[in-house]
């Protein structure tokens, strides 16, 4: 699975008109439970359970698609919101066609150059079920359908607001490396149009091969982990001690954060 990179961009522009206007998701009742059988109900969302089996597989899943952060946290949350999602779709009378879902499986495989049945047999090597793979694309596809009734006709947003938006919630804000790179040039600037933001490396997400040069640097950038880099999974960072990393801003980590091996 290591040739695999997938990308949100196509559901991320779709779900901009919502986030542009306000949020359509309402939380109700999520109530928690500590019941430890693989198939117990760890959530329930309203009348909605979610189960250990599920928290585990999506877990799984994200693991497969090398997302960035604490997989079972991001897990739970993605579940609840996918169970939302599902609600407030259905309760205007949205539910997908199982031909939508499987143009949607197809499409999303597409993304990694890979038939639809070629995808499922590679994520069930990891651990992770077609039923899985269904619900995820599922509750997507229910939120797209249901944005695009409710404020298709009604709301303009810009190239520049969505690529702001994917930007601000993607990784890696000027570079994304999953392959070998050496850096020699300057990432960012105190100029606000040279500057980068993202969730996860403001200035460059290194999940491959990354040197720094000594006339590199990577400065003026914004995230929430990794302001000015984010180094993570089986990602390998080599820092000349010439190189700069300088007046970046994050939550954690301003400068670096490093969650895999880092040379300086």
Same mark, same amino acid.
């Given at each position: 699975?290591?040739?695999?990179?997938?990308?949100?961009?196509?559901?991320?522009?779709?779900?901009?008109?919502?986030?542009?206007?306000?949020?359509?998701?309402?939380?109700?009742?999520?109530?928690?439970?500590?019941?430890?059988?693989?198939?117990?109900?760890?959530?329930?969302?309203?009348?909605?359970?979610?189960?250990?089996?599920?928290?585990?597989?999506?877990?799984?899943?994200?693991?497969?698609?090398?997302?960035?952060?604490?997989?079972?946290?991001?897990?739970?949350?993605?579940?609840?919101?996918?169970?939302?999602?599902?609600?407030?779709?259905?309760?205007?009378?949205?539910?997908?066609?199982?031909?939508?879902?499987?143009?949607?499986?197809?499409?999303?495989?597409?993304?990694?150059?890979?038939?639809?049945?070629?995808?499922?047999?590679?994520?069930?090597?990891?651990?992770?079920?077609?039923?899985?793979?269904?619900?995820?694309?599922?509750?997507?596809?229910?939120?797209?359908?249901?944005?695009?009734?409710?404020?298709?006709?009604?709301?303009?947003?810009?190239?520049?607001?969505?690529?702001?938006?994917?930007?601000?919630?993607?990784?890696?804000?000027?570079?994304?490396?999953?392959?070998?790179?050496?850096?020699?040039? +300057?990432? #960012?600037?105190?100029?606000?149009?040279?500057? &980068? %933001? *993202?969730?996860? =490396? !403001? /200035?460059?997400? $290194?999940? @491959?091969?990354? +040197?720094? #040069?000594?006339?590199?640097?990577?400065?003026? &950038? %914004? *995230?929430?982990? =990794? !302001? /000015?880099?984010? $180094?993570? @999974?089986?990602?390998?960072?080599?820092?000349?001690?010439?190189?700069?990393?300088?007046?970046?801003?994050?939550?954690? /980590?301003?400068?670096?954060?490093?969650?895999?091996?880092?040379?300086?």
């Amino acid at each position: 699975m290591d040739h695999m990179k997938f990308s949100f961009k196509s559901f991320t522009r779709t779900c901009a008109h919502a986030l542009a206007c306000g949020a359509l998701l309402t939380f109700g009742s999520v109530q928690y439970s500590n019941a430890q059988g693989l198939f117990a109900t760890a959530i329930k969302v309203n009348d909605r359970s979610i189960t250990n089996f599920e928290i585990d597989e999506r877990v799984k899943f994200l693991g497969l698609l090398r997302t960035p952060g604490d997989h079972r946290k991001l897990a739970r949350e993605q579940l609840i919101e996918d169970r939302l999602k599902l609600g407030a779709a259905q309760s205007v009378g949205i539910s997908p066609t199982q031909e939508e879902v499987d143009a949607g499986m197809g499409e999303f495989a597409g993304r990694v150059n890979l038939e639809t049945a070629e995808f499922i047999k590679a994520i069930n090597a990891g651990g992770v079920s077609e039923n899985a793979f269904r619900a995820f694309v599922l509750s997507g596809l229910a939120w797209r359908q249901l944005v695009q009734a409710k404020f298709g006709s009604r709301i303009t947003v810009s190239e520049e607001d969505v690529d702001r938006l994917i930007a601000a919630s993607g990784s890696g804000g000027g570079i994304y490396n999953a392959g070998t790179l050496t850096l020699n040039s +300057t990432i #960012g600037g105190a100029d606000s149009s040279f500057a &980068n %933001t *993202a969730m996860n =490396g !403001g /200035g460059v997400y $290194n999940a @491959g091969t990354l +040197t720094m #040069g000594s006339t590199a640097a990577i400065s003026y &950038n %914004t *995230a929430t982990s =990794g !302001g /000015g880099l984010f $180094n993570y @999974g089986e990602g390998s960072l080599t820092l000349d001690p010439d190189s700069a990393i300088t007046y970046n801003t994050a939550t954690n /980590g301003g400068g670096i954060y490093n969650d895999s091996s880092l040379t300086v």
